[in-house]
T-cell receptor, first 111, second 114 residues
Framework: EDQVTQSPEALRLQEGESSSLNCSYT??????LFWYRQDPGKGPEFLFT???AGEEKEKERLKATLTKKESFLHITAPKPEDSATYLC????????????FGQGTTLQVKP | EPEVTQTPSHQVTQMGQEVILRCVPI?????FYWYRQILGQKVEFLVS????????KSEIFDDQFSVERPDGSNFTLKIRSTKLEDSAMYFC????????????FGSGTRLTVV
């Protein structure tokens, strides 16, 4: 069965304190792994898509990496505005494009 | 930047009533989706829609649910007879063919069944 597990569930950082979020996945035939940011009461906001092991993508203070079993979202020198829930999702190799989400990591960055 | 628009943002309905949640996907997107998120839980897939038909649906998407793209721009989710457990945030999403830049989600409709 396809499964996505994120850790930790919650993370508190001081401003400027770098850290990483983990997404472990089990899927038969990975087509893509997605990272989203979700603010309270809002829809997921797209951050990155990774397609193959070894791939890396960066956007401002965020960097996403992918291996055959997991992905990391590295946050460098976070700011309070980075506080949000970060969601990981996988897409199988099927045409329907269904996404399977993890439960998310809620990040709080204190000034 | 193009957006997926959902209306209403919040709907309160009585148990047993029918509700229709509305979405306007991005105009050049071809694949459309509904997801839901019960408070404190994962985002769950409900249904995917392509070429005017359902391409995949989850176990949650039973006979009480239906989707429609009535006029080439709107995409609707109907729940025929709501239950308390249908209370959740419902998200519409769309993507272009290939979807290399990710799916675009709407800001959601919060459905409260009382």
């Amino acid at each position: 069965e396809d499964q996505v597990t994120q850790s930790p569930e919650a993370l508190r950082l001081q401003e400027g304190e770098s850290s990483s979020l983990n997404c472990s996945y089990t899927v038969s035939g990975l087509r893509g792994l997605f990272w989203y940011r979700q603010d309270p009461g809002k829809g997921p906001e797209f951050l990155f898509t990774l397609y193959s092991a070894g791939e890396e993508k960066e956007k401002e203070r965020l960097k996403a990496t992918l291996t055959k079993k997991e992905s990391f979202l590295h946050i460098t020198a976070p700011k309070p505005e980075d506080s949000a829930t970060y969601l990981c999702a996988v897409q199988r190799s099927s045409n329907t494009g269904k996404l399977i989400f993890g439960q998310g990591t809620t990040l709080q960055v204190k000034p | 930047e193009p957006e997926v628009t959902q209306t209403p943002s919040h709907q309160v309905t009585q148990m047993g009533q029918e509700v229709i949640l509305r979405c306007v996907p991005i105009s050049n997107h071809l694949y459309f989706y509904w997801y839901r998120q019960i408070l404190g839980q994962k985002v769950e897939f409900l249904v995917s829609f392509y070429n005017n038909e359902i391409s995949e649906k989850s176990e949650i998407f039973d006979d009480q649910f239906s989707v429609e793209r009535p006029d080439g721009s709107n995409f609707t989710l109907k729940i025929r007879s709501t239950k308390l457990e249908d209370s959740a945030m419902y998200f519409c999403a769309s993507r272009r063919q290939g979807g290399g830049d990710g799916y675009t989600f709407g800001s959601g409709t919060r459905l409260t069944v009382v």
